[in-house]
C-alpha cells in the first residue's frame, strides 16, 4: 500500500509560480513512474507530467517551457515546478504513482490540493 499526499496548491496571479510537492509512503519499494495530473470543474482528469525512477520526464505541450516535475526517489518525493502560470492551468492537482508488476495495486492516487490562478 502507498500513500500520497499533495501539498503547495494555492492562489497565484497569472504570471506567477507554485511549487507542488507529492510526499509518498509505505511500500514505495515497486513504483516505476510517479506522474501529475489535474482536473478542472466539469473536465476529464488529464496528465500534466511524469517522471521515472530512471529521470526519465515527461511534459504536456500545454505546460512545456513552463512546467518542470523532479523527483528524489530516495526521499519519496516528487515535485512539479509551476512558472508563468495561467487562468486555464486552474485545477486540482493529483499526484498519481504507477506500480510495477511486483505490485498487485492499479495505481495511487494522492487527495488532490487547488490551484487557482487569477488573471
Known amino acids: 500500500q502507498v500513500q500520497l499526499v499533495e501539498s503547495g496548491g494555492g492562489l497565484a496571479q497569472a504570471g506567477g509560480s507554485l511549487r507542488l510537492s507529492c510526499a509518498a509512503s509505505?511500500?514505495?519499494?515497486?513504483?516505476?513512474?510517479m506522474s501529475w495530473y489535474r482536473q478542472a470543474p466539469g473536465k476529464e482528469r488529464t496528465l500534466v507530467a511524469g517522471i521515472t525512477t530512471g529521470g526519465s520526464t515527461y511534459h504536456a505541450n500545454s505546460v512545456k517551457g513552463r512546467f518542470a516535475i523532479s523527483g528524489d526517489f530516495a526521499k519519496n518525493m516528487v515535485y512539479l515546478q509551476m512558472n508563468s502560470l495561467k487562468p486555464e492551468d486552474t485545477a486540482v492537482y493529483y499526484c498519481?504513482?504507477?506500480?510495477?508488476?511486483?505490485?498487485?495495486?492499479?495505481?495511487?492516487w494522492g487527495q488532490g490540493t487547488q490551484v487557482t490562478v487569477s488573471s
Open positions: 509505505g511500500d514505495t519499494n515497486c513504483i516505476t513512474a
Open positions: 498519481h504513482a504507477l506500480p510495477q508488476l511486483c505490485d498487485d495495486s492499479e495505481g495511487y
